[in-house]
């Protein structure tokens, strides 16, 4: 066979082809393929309706439960809150306690202190007084008649103040 051949076969062939296509149109039901259309559009359609409600649902779920878990999570910070104002409160008392038991404490201790101090110094003995030297007055005129100095008497100790 020759090239010429085998193109006039294909050329035929085509032609055949392209006879049979329009029989084959004419043979085709439109209203037919219409309906297979909207068949595949409603099971497209009701698939996806389905689906949407069960994303729906599950999304509502998913706010139920997240909106559960935000109020849990809000009570238990509001717990925690509460007892660490309570533990702080009762921190801020026996702070306040220590202090009025330290300083009611200080008074006491500086009296206590203060008459034992008393009481050591009295039993501490007094040194021994030296005799005053006597004065050399400057050489000046005659000399006057000198009086003996008076003598002074020991101070008397104060007692310790007592509370009233």
């Known amino acids: 066979m020759s090239i010429t051949d085998t ?3 294909q050329v035929k ?3 055949d ?15 037919d393929l219409q309906k297979q259309a909207q068949g595949f559009a ?7 309706s389905s689906t ?8 509502e779920k998913l706010v139920a439960q997240a909106n559960d878990s935000v109020e849990d999570y809000t009570k238990q910070a509001k717990s925690f809150a ?4 309570k533990r702080a409160e009762q921190l801020v008392t026996d702070a306040k306690n220590t ?31 030296k005799a005053p030297a006597a004065k050399k007055a400057p050489a000046k005129k005659a000399p006057a008649a000198k009086k003996a100095p ?8 104060k007692a310790p103040a007592t509370k009233a």
């Open 7 to 9: 193109i006039n076969a």
């Open 82 to 85: 509460d007892e660490a104002q």
């Open 150 to 157: 008076a003598k002074k008497a020991p101070a008397a100790k």
């Open 99 to 129: 202090v009025t038991k330290v300083t009611s404490k200080a008074p006491t201790t500086a009296r206590k202190a203060a008459e034992k101090v008393d009481t050591t110094v009295k039993k501490t003995p007094e040194p021994a007084k």
């Open 42 to 48: 409603q099971t497209a359609l009701d698939t996806a």
């Open 52 to 59: 949407y409600a069960d994303l729906a649902k599950r999304s």
């Open 17 to 31: 082809d392209v006879k049979a296509l329009q029989d084959t149109l004419k043979k085709l039901d439109v209203s």
């Open 13 to 15: 062939s085509i032609v």
